[in-house]
């Protein structure tokens, strides 16, 4: 099992460019999230779903979108990039019960200059 | 509000000696805990993690943690520390009723030689 991937593993975006990170599990997980990375702030959640064809918002929703079109993947979309979304994205995917152990993909580090 | 706090930024330690690094979480209701392990450059991997049961759990390599209820703390601690446990730890919170994770900011742990 690969179990949770993400691309790319980098990228650097001018201002005001779009991109789409995909993340993928193949672990049957139910539930999937994305979260953003900075330094001291620990990990904080952008969107969230429980299921295909769900999405919801975390705790730093604005300026992304996200679409699970299929169980097995979960995409993380930035429509126009900004400075302050330059950071290290995670994704990571659970079961349905708990204790909701979440396992994490490798990361992908996003520059917007 | 609910919080996950790790108090220490930066511990120092070196090869052989012990690691003892604290989590302090603020919830109400009965709480699922977990140690996530960053490598330099790396995803988060998963050391251990409590749900009921024994108050002191095993992890991965060669970790442990404490669960204290009257304490609100989940300790993690190594006997014997080793140059590739250099990381940022992070302390994770969960509740019953809720899927999603709180993160602490993390520690950073170095290791001399």
């Known amino acids: 099992n690969a179990g949770v991937t993400q691309t790319p593993k980098f990228r650097v975006l001018k201002t005001g460019q779009s991109m789409t990170l995909l993340c993928a599990q193949d672990m049957n997980h139910e539930y999937m999230y994305w979260y953003r990375q900075d330094p001291g702030m620990g990990l904080r959640l952008i969107h969230y779903s429980v299921g295909e064809g769900t999405t919801a918002k975390g705790e730093v929703p604005d300026g992304y979108n996200v679409s699970r079109l299929k169980k097995q993947n979960f995409l993380l979309g930035l429509e126009s990039a900004a400075p302050s979304q330059t950071s290290v994205y995670f994704c990571a995917s659970s079961w349905t019960g708990p204790p909701y152990e979440q396992y994490f993909g490798p990361g992908t580090r996003l520059t917007v200059t | 509000a609910q919080s996950v706090t790790q108090p220490d930024i930066h511990i120092t330690v070196s090869e052989g000696a012990s690691l003892e690094l604290r989590c302090n979480y603020s919830y109400g209701a009965t709480p699922y805990l977990f140690w996530y392990v960053q490598s330099p450059g790396q995803g988060l991997q998963l050391l251990l993690k409590?749900?009921?049961?024994?108050?002191l759990v095993q992890g991965i390599k060669g970790f442990e943690a404490e669960f204290k209820r009257s304490q609100s703390s989940f300790n993690l601690r190594k006997p014997s520390v080793h140059w590739s446990d250099a990381a940022e730890y992070f302390c994770?919170?969960?509740?019953?009723?809720?899927?999603?994770?709180?993160f602490g900011a993390g520690t950073t742990v170095t290791v001399r030689a």
């Open positions: 994770a919170v969960g509740v019953s009723n809720d899927y999603k994770l709180s």
């Open positions: 409590y749900f009921s049961g024994d108050t």
